[in-house]
């Protein structure tokens, strides 16, 4: 590691570390010579992940001191559950508890020997995931629930570690074909005022130069349209961003061999465009006055632009939303989301793995079936492309894998 790096990274953790330990005093200031308890792993944010590929997972929950403790300090840990929905309630986050007998906590009463400044540890042990829902993010919230010795003052924002499982998923995806390149339209559309489009992608062709279109979704009609394409006006492999709103060029210059998550919301004021949960550029856009949305273009269909705009790329997690999501909901959907969301209108996994029958998770009808798509040649009329359905390529390996 690159020693400047490290030292400014070191630096700018004792600074967060410093400002958590200290107390505030009744002027506001802070107190330095403030001693209290805190959950080790909490110093800069009281969520930390847990990654869970095998069951059964264990995770060790100590407490720390902010200076050694002059006699033995008791704490008993505990399972909250209901801090889920509190911490969802503050942050406009969408965790669910883990259910019922999917985890334990042994040796829930630590100890912080006279003398020290970490305590024993209490252990969280994922059982089995067997009933965990696919889409869902769970979190195991353990917190301090008594203290006994010589020091019992505990810093409020780190009475609580939130462990946010982080489940290693395997899943399919499709390999673009230029064959496959074509249009399918709904029998009804999704009214969307407000909306959130969501869909990741694993880019292995970007080639820095001409346009290379990625998909649309649009009305029936091909108006007002979601239109993505990476490099046009040779553009550094950024992505332009069409919509009804407004147009955006992306500030990422997209890698080859990477998955992304790209989420488009429009707020009724605001686009903003987030990769992998984080903004990337955002403008005050035009109201378009309602979309239809009802047709949904895999890579440029028209005849012959399917192959000059092609690019070689793996897509899967489809959405489309009728409400503008947050931040924190964007983050929290890197892998998946629940198909019972509130505000999902038309959820495609494309992880079937077989087949030209793309499901709606959510129930709401929105299936393809590809064999019943269509392409226009160049601008003349649509024309049915049934065929487009033997072009559909399945993939399956270790770079298919997210854990959130």
Not at 155 to 161: Q, V
Not at 232 to 238: C, F, L, R, V
Not at 259 to 286: A, E, P, Q, R
Not at 352 to 381: C, L, P, Q, V
């Amino acid at each position: 590691m690159n020693k400047n790096i490290f030292s400014k990274a070191s630096t700018v953790a004792m600074a967060a570390l410093a400002l958590l330990l200290t107390g505030c005093r009744s002027d506001g200031g802070f107190d330095y010579d403030h001693s209290a308890l805190y959950i080790s792993g909490t110093e800069n944010n009281p969520v930390v992940k847990f990654v869970v590929e095998d069951t059964p997972a264990s995770y060790a929950v100590t407490v720390q001191a902010t200076e050694k403790v002059p006699s033995d300090v008791r704490m008993v840990m505990a399972i909250d559950r209901e801090k889920v929905e509190e911490y969802n309630a503050i942050n406009k986050t969408n965790y669910y508890p883990i259910p019922e007998g999917a985890v334990e906590l042994t040796d829930q009463e630590v100890v912080m020997k006279e003398g020290s400044a970490i305590s024993s540890a209490a252990v969280v042990k994922v059982l089995s995931t067997e009933a965990f829902q696919e889409g869902c993010t769970y979190m195991v919230p353990v917190t301090i629930k008594s203290v006994a010795g010589g020091l019992t003052d505990v810093m409020t924002g780190s009475r609580t570690i939130y462990l946010r499982i982080s489940r290693v998923i395997s899943f399919a995806a499709i390999n673009a074909n230029s064959s496959a390149s074509s249009n399918f339209i709904f029998d009804k559309p999704i009214p969307l005022s407000t909306f959130t489009y969501e869909m990741k992608i694993y880019p292995t062709g970007l080639a820095n130069k001409g346009p290379q279109r990625y998909c649309a979704l649009e009305q029936a009609d091909e108006t007002k349209a979601l239109l993505l394409r990476f490099n046009e006006a040779n553009t550094s492999n950024k992505l332009q961003v069409m919509t009804p709103c407004g147009t955006l060029m992306s500030n990422t210059e997209f890698a080859n061999n990477n998955w992304y998550l790209l989420s488009i919301v429009w707020d009724g004021s605001n686009l903003l465009f987030y990769v992998n949960g984080v903004l990337d550029n955002s403008m005050t856009g035009k109201n378009p006055d309602g979309i239809n949305f009802q047709r949904f273009e895999m890579g440029m269909s028209w005849g012959g632009y399917n192959t000059r705009q092609f690019f070689s790329h793996r897509f899967c997690e489809f959405r489309v939303w009728d409400r503008a999501l947050s931040a924190s909901e964007i983050l929290g959907g890197l892998c998946g989301v629940a198909a019972n969301s509130d505000g999902l209108k038309a959820y495609w996994k494309f992880n079937e793995g077989e087949g030209h029958i793309f499901k709606d998770a959510t129930g709401n009808g929105f299936d393809m079936d590809w064999s019943k798509t269509s392409r226009a040649i160049y601008e003349g009329d649509m024309l049915p492309t049934p065929d487009a359905a033997n072009h559909i390529e399945w993939v399956k390996d270790d770079i298919n894998k997210c854990a959130q």
